[in-house]
């Protein structure tokens, strides 16, 4: 079975006033469709750029990427960004809803980029996200007028309302308190239940525990990938 996502020798430099950081170094990784991944690892360790360059924001210094069949490496900015919308949902820890648009516009902006739907399969497609996430009672709703926690489940619906191959999130629970940041997991825990694949980026052993299979970067490359069932089946022996 081929992987749904597969780097292969990947870095990212950043070059400024002619020095260069090393932000990620020969970084082979596969995910399978259906996996829960979490990231993990330091602040500055490079897991937040590993996670711009699966989702398309960034580009490798060198390496492959395929996603999806799609080779992600030597390609135009308009074809990275359709594939992009198409193929990966985000969640980031500010949320990043427009505040002038209300929960369905919120959700269906991302939609509205693209042309093999039309209307009426994006207003379906977004009543659908919002009712998974126990958000279709506040659909004409602003930002403004939600709890935190509500604006992440807002965020998430808008990951998966265009049906992505991968949701990416990047610390989802960072500006969320502890009752709202397990609400915003267990709906994770859902969505993977259902079928999802998901990578998370997140500093909280606990929530990395959430998934099934942890990476852990250090220095800008993995030294260590493990299934999080083969650890608690090891910590059960003990």
């Known amino acids: 079975m081929s992987a749904l996502i597969k780097l292969t020798n990947v870095k990212k430099v950043f070059s400024t ?56 490496v030597d390609i135009s900015t308009k074809q990275r960004a359709a594939i992009r919308n198409k193929e990966i949902g985000f969640v980031f820890q500010s949320f990043n809803l427009i505040s002038d648009l209300t929960v369905s516009e919120n959700v269906a902006l991302p939609l509205t980029y693209r042309k093999d739907l039309n209307k009426q399969q994006r207003i379906e497609m977004v009543k659908e996200a919002l009712e998974k996430v126990d958000m279709g009672h506040r659909t004409k709703h602003f930002p403004s ?10 965020a998430v619906a ?60 250090f220095d800008g490359r993995v030294v260590s990938d493990s299934r999080v069932l083969q650890v608690k089946s090891e910590e059960a022996v003990a």
């Open 158 to 217: 808008r990951a998966i309302a265009g049906n992505p191959s991968i949701i990416l999130a990047d610390e989802p629970t960072g500006n969320l308190d502890s009752k709202n940041a397990e609400l915003v997991m267990a709906l994770l825990d859902k969505l993977h239940a259902e079928g999802k694949t998901i990578c998370m980026v997140t500093h909280d052993p606990r929530g990395a525990k959430r998934a099934e299979r942890i990476i852990e970067v």
């Open 145 to 154: 007028q939600l709890s935190g926690g509500q604006q992440q489940r807002v």
């Open 17 to 72: 006033d002619e020095v260069e950081t090393h932000a990620l170094s020969d970084i082979n990784l596969e995910i399978q469709k259906g996996e829960y991944i979490s990231i993990s690892g330091p602040s500055g360790c490079g897991k937040s750029t590993l996670l711009s360059l699966l989702g398309l924001l960034d580009t490798c210094s060198g390496g492959s990427y395929i996603l999806n069949t799609h080779q992600a």
